[in-house]
């Protein structure tokens, strides 16, 4: 076939496809993926999911994870209760040792122990089993504490009688 040959049947042959196009336009999906069924007899089968087994798979999920997250917030909630009741024994020990009968003067970061006898509180350097026999009945043990730098009171221990005050960790 000689150049101009074959020049003029590739035109005849981009007409009929032109035609066979405008003939079949309407039956040709132009973005045949989105289609929901299989567009040609090769195509993958396209099944339609089923919704309400897919919502509720999803509302499955979001219930597990919220109560999660409350879950964790709740225990969020009790330890910042903890830590609020903490530092209000705390404060509440520490303004009684300063009503309290001092002798000498506290340093920060010593511990030392607090007594009460008869009506008034008091502060002293002596552990509750350092007393003598004698002496012992006399002071009722509330707690074992420490100076901190910020001139409240930490509570170390207390006395079993006294349930009210927190124990420091």
């Keep these: 076939m000689q ?3 074959e020049e003029k049947s590739k035109r005849e042959a981009i007409d009929i496809n032109q035609i066979d196009l405008e003939r079949l336009k309407d ?3 132009e973005n045949p993926g989105l289609l929901p069924y299989a567009h040609t007899s090769g195509s993958a089968v ?3 999911e089923d919704m309400h087994r897919v919502l509720a798979r999803s509302m499955t999920a979001m219930d597990q994870q ?3 997250q409350m879950q964790q917030i709740i225990k969020q909630m009790h330890l910042l209760a903890d830590q609020a009741k903490t530092i209000q024994d705390r404060k509440v020990i520490s303004e009684r040792i300063y009503q309290a009968e001092l002798r000498f003067e506290p340093v920060i970061g010593h511990t030392y122990y607090f007594y009460h006898k008869e ?3 008091i502060l002293s350097l002596v552990a509750p089993h350092e007393w003598g026999k004698i002496n012992r009945h006399l002071f009722t043990y509330i707690a074992k504490v420490r100076l901190l730098a910020d001139h409240t009171w930490d509570i170390l221990e207390v006395a079993p009688e006294v349930a009210s005050i927190q124990v420091s960790e």
């Design 66 to 68: 919220t109560d999660m």
């Design 27 to 29: 039956k040709i999906a």
């Design 119 to 121: 009506s008034r509180d």
């Design 3 to 5: 150049p101009e040959e």
């Design 46 to 48: 396209v099944k339609p």
